[in-house]
């Protein structure tokens, strides 16, 4: 199977039609394998079940066509996913496409494809036609549009149309049938600041999206499971801040993952970043050659260096000096959501000393109210809403 990255003719029989395709005589396609050129991504973690809800619209959608077709289920033809910036939802969907075996895929960015045109604001939407024609005739084909939030409303462009581009998009869309097999994946921070036609969820007809994949704010078990793959190939060191058993890495990802309320997988990548250039900066301080005043002595000396063949041992980074410095710098993106959290305290009533009747009474006022309702009920006792 391979992929059609362009096809280009000077006769007028050669427009292509969903879902095939007439060329003229003096047609050429160019052909290259599916996915040629794209770049592999590595495995996305902290979202088990989004990665699982898309790759498995996309394998019924590829593999399971005829199961669709048994039980009048139309396949999804435009999937979106959406999330706050910077959580990944770019990577979301190029760690599952790049996964699939034998589908064409095709990357459109609306921010550089779609041009102002002379007399029209609504830009020159070609390239986006080429693309899904380019994607029917290499079926099954996946297309990916990029920078769908230039769309949105708080995008301001003065030379662009969005609405007419999304017109465009949603005829796109409405063309694509059952037996078609090319899926539209696309990601925006919220959908409620499309274009109308956009904002429409028709499973199976008209225009607008079939499917919706949420990204929420990760929590910190999350945060834990994307600070496990940004660390798969990170040396770290032993670190008396850092409580660990046999795991290092294990250890590190939760204790990042502690002290990062309210940070998504981007501003993860750049506190790793940001360690790992500390951790550089330090190696290097430390096996700097001191200056001797004799010329004849450092000459000597820089002679020796440039015979070194092999690149010095990576660092390894530690909690103290690298990530605890990291954090001061590496804020979170979205500062209004962090400072809160919801989580279930460690400790229990045996980790607590004394104060047995003060623990009794607690117990009392927090516990039964949610345990024993209906003896307050009986009762006629209102139950306490708040211990101070």
């Given at each position: 199977?391979?992929?059609?990255?362009?096809?280009?003719?000077?006769?007028?029989?050669?427009?292509?039609?969903?879902?095939?395709?007439?060329?003229?005589?003096?047609?050429?396609?160019e052909?290259?394998?599916?996915?040629?050129?794209?770049?592999?991504?590595?495995?996305?973690?902290?979202?088990?079940?989004?990665?699982?809800?898309?790759?498995?619209?996309?394998?019924?959608?590829?593999?399971?066509?005829?199961?669709?077709?048994?039980?009048?289920?139309?396949?999804?033809?435009?999937?979106?996913?959406?999330?706050?910036?910077?959580?990944?939802?770019?990577?979301?969907?190029?760690?599952?496409?790049?996964?699939?075996p034998?589908?064409?895929i095709?990357?459109?960015?609306?921010?550089?494809?779609?041009?102002?045109?002379?007399?029209?604001?609504?830009?020159?939407v070609?390239?986006?036609?080429?693309?899904?024609?380019?994607?029917?005739?290499?079926?099954?084909?996946?297309?990916?549009?990029e920078?769908?939030?230039?769309?949105?409303?708080p995008?301001?462009?003065?030379?662009?149309?969005?609405?007419?581009?999304?017109?465009?998009?949603?005829?796109?869309?409405?063309?694509?049938?059952?037996?078609?097999?090319?899926?539209?994946?696309?990601?925006?921070?919220?959908?409620?600041?499309?274009?109308?036609?956009?904002?429409?969820?028709?499973?199976?007809?008209?225009?607008?999206?079939?499917?919706?994949?949420?990204?929420?704010?990760?929590?910190?078990?999350?945060?834990?499971?994307?600070?496990?793959?940004?660390?798969?190939?990170?040396?770290?060191?032993?670190?008396?801040?850092?409580?660990?058993?046999?795991?290092?890495?294990?250890?590190?990802?939760?204790?990042?993952?502690?002290?990062?309320?309210?940070?998504v997988?981007?501003?993860l990548?750049?506190?790793?970043?940001?360690?790992?250039?500390?951790?550089?900066?330090?190696?290097?301080?430390?096996?700097?050659?001191?200056?001797?005043?004799?010329?004849a002595?450092?000459?000597?000396?820089?002679?020796?260096?440039?015979?070194q063949?092999?690149?010095?041992?990576?660092?390894?980074?530690?909690?103290?000096?690298?990530?605890?410095?990291?954090?001061?710098?590496?804020?979170?993106?979205?500062?209004?959501?962090?400072?809160?959290?919801?989580?279930?305290?460690?400790?229990?009533?045996e980790?607590?000393?004394?104060?047995?009747?003060?623990?009794?009474?607690?117990i009392?006022?927090?516990?039964?109210?949610l345990?024993?309702?209906?003896?307050?009920?009986?009762?006629?006792?209102?139950?306490?809403?708040?211990?101070?």
């Amino acid at each position: 199977m391979f992929q059609v990255v362009s096809v280009t003719s000077n006769s007028s029989d050669s427009t292509p039609s969903a879902p095939y395709s007439r060329c003229g005589p003096d047609a050429m396609i160019e052909l290259l394998p599916p996915g040629s050129g794209r770049p592999r991504q590595g495995s996305f973690g902290g979202y088990t079940d989004e990665v699982n809800d898309l790759n498995g619209l996309l394998e019924t959608t590829f593999t399971h066509n005829m199961l669709y077709q048994q039980f009048s289920i139309q396949p999804a033809r435009a999937i979106l996913v959406t999330g706050p910036r910077g959580i990944g939802k770019s990577q979301l969907i190029n760690s599952v496409v790049n996964a699939l075996p034998s589908v064409s895929i095709f990357d459109f960015s609306l921010l550089e494809s779609i041009h102002p045109a002379d007399n029209s604001s609504s830009g020159d939407v070609s390239a986006l036609k080429q693309t899904f024609q380019r994607a029917l005739l290499t079926a099954p084909a996946i297309v990916i549009i990029e920078d769908l939030d230039v769309l949105s409303e708080p995008f301001k462009s003065i030379d662009l149309d969005r609405n007419a581009i999304a017109r465009q998009l949603a005829d796109e869309i409405r063309l694509l049938t059952a037996t078609s097999k090319v899926c539209v994946i696309t990601s925006c921070e919220s959908m409620a600041r499309l274009p109308l036609s956009l904002r429409r969820i028709n499973i199976g007809e008209g225009d607008g999206f079939d499917r919706i994949v949420s990204l929420t704010m990760p929590t910190r078990q999350q945060r834990e499971d994307i600070a496990l793959e940004l660390l798969k190939n990170v040396p770290l060191a032993k670190d008396d801040n850092v409580a660990h058993n046999a795991d290092l890495r294990h250890a590190y990802a939760h204790m990042i993952s502690q002290n990062t309320v309210g940070y998504v997988a981007r501003d993860l990548a750049n506190l790793v970043s940001k360690a790992t250039e500390h951790a550089a900066v330090r190696s290097s301080r430390r096996t700097a050659q001191p200056r001797i005043d004799d010329p004849a002595v450092n000459a000597l000396a820089e002679g020796v260096a440039t015979l070194q063949i092999q690149e010095p041992a990576s660092p390894a980074l530690n909690w103290t000096e690298d990530f605890a410095r990291a954090s001061k710098s590496i804020k979170p993106f979205h500062a209004d959501a962090g400072g809160l959290e919801t989580k279930k305290p460690v400790g229990g009533w045996e980790q607590i000393g004394g104060y047995d009747a003060i623990k009794e009474r607690l117990i009392k006022l927090a516990r039964w109210p949610l345990e024993r309702p209906e003896v307050f009920e009986r009762l006629g006792i209102q139950p306490p809403s708040g211990v101070l």
